[in-house]
T-cell receptor
Framework: DAGITQSPRYKITETGRQVTLMCHQT?????MFWYRQDLGHGLRLIYY???????DKGEVSDGYVVSRSKTENFPLTLESATRSQTSVYFC????????????FGPGTRLTVL | AQSVTQPDIHITVSEGASLELRCNYS??????LFWYVQSPGQGLQLLLK??????LVQGIKGFEAEFKRSQSSFNLRKPSVHWSDAAEYFC?????????????FGSGTRLSIRP
């Protein structure tokens, strides 16, 4: 039972490049989430998805794009990476709705030079 | 503005001592409340959650939390901490149940354990 996985685990890129972070879950959970974690800010919601082809913005969505063509995958794309997007990114999923228990992936550490 | 506050950035307690981590929120109605724990290099794991009913909630790993409406607080407690409890703890809130509700996390409290 793989659960929820993220790839890559570490990524270094340059300003202006497009970067895609992958998230895959094996539970057929309806909801999926993307967060970024920065020192002093806790976790901030970037985007979430209630089901395939249904996505909505979170608190810090500018500069990010998501898609969800399949229930199990929820990729996050930085269209033109900036230094301020250097962060640790966590994907999570939940069986039910926004109030249900969320299960987190191990995170992707992204550095933008 | 709506917010979740964890006043303590870093707490150190001795192994075997009791623990209380504070969480305050600023929402009008009773929100949905959560505590998550993050071990070093890991994702977050749910410790407990409160929606309604008994204001004292039991969670995993011997943790409990008490919802106090009058103080807008949801503090996490453990009677006797173990070295393995060293981690970062996050309080989270969903302000109200609707299709537009979003979860908001506090900035976290890092717990260190003194041998």
């Amino acid at each position: 039972d793989a659960g929820i996985t993220q790839s890559p685990r570490y990524k270094i890129t340059e300003t202006g490049r497009q970067v895609t972070l992958m998230c895959h879950q094996t539970w057929s959970h309806s909801y999926m989430f993307w967060y970024r974690q920065d020192l002093g800010h806790g976790l901030r919601l970037i985007y979430y998805s209630a089901a395939a082809d249904i996505t909505d913005k979170g608190e810090v969505s500018d500069g990010y794009v998501v898609s969800r063509s399949k229930t199990e995958n929820f990729p996050l794309t930085l269209e033109s990476a900036t230094r301020s997007q250097t962060s640790v990114y966590f994907c999570a999923s939940s069986l039910g709705d926004i109030t249900d228990t969320q299960y987190f992936g191990p995170g992707t550490r992204l550095t933008v030079l | 503005a709506q917010s979740v506050t964890q006043p303590d950035i870093h707490i150190t307690v001795s192994e075997g001592a009791s623990l209380e981590l504070r969480c305050n929120y600023s929402y009008g109605a009773t929100p949905y409340l959560f505590w998550y724990v993050q071990s070093p290099g890991q994702g977050l794991q749910l410790l407990l959650k409160y929606f309604s009913g008994d204001t004292l909630v039991q969670g995993i790993k011997g943790f409990e939390a008490e919802f106090k409406r009058s103080q807008s607080s949801f503090n996490l407690r453990k009677p006797s901490v173990h070295w393995s409890d060293a981690a970062e703890y996050f309080c989270a809130v969903v302000p109200g149940y609707s299709s537009a509700s979003k979860i908001i996390f506090g900035s976290g409290t890092r717990l260190s354990i003194r041998p």
